[in-house]
């Protein structure tokens, strides 16, 4: 429960709030990874149909439905 740093003890945070702040972190950081795939997949998908790239379409939306797939438990944040 205490931490020792420096010969000091320090009282550290209950360890219920370290790892909700740790939970916190991760989902965020998976949040915003999450995000950042799907528009990129989603520029390179519209680019592949203006193109009439129909190969490299389909690899696309198969990696968009993967990467749903990973993320499913942040259901919520697709939209």
Do not use: C
């Not at 379409?57 to 198969?62: D, K, P, V």
């Amino acid at each position: 429960m205490f931490e020792k740093y420096n010969d000091m003890a320090l009282v550290s945070q209950p360890h219920d709030v370290a790892n909700g702040y740790g939970q916190a972190a991760q989902f965020v950081i998976e949040q915003a990874l999450f995000r950042f795939e799907r528009e990129r997949l989603m520029r390179d998908i519209d680019k592949a149909l203006e193109e009439r790239n129909e190969a490299l379409f389909l690899t696309l939306a198969q990696q968009y439905n993967e990467l749903l797939a990973r993320y499913r438990h942040l259901e919520d944040v697709h939209a």
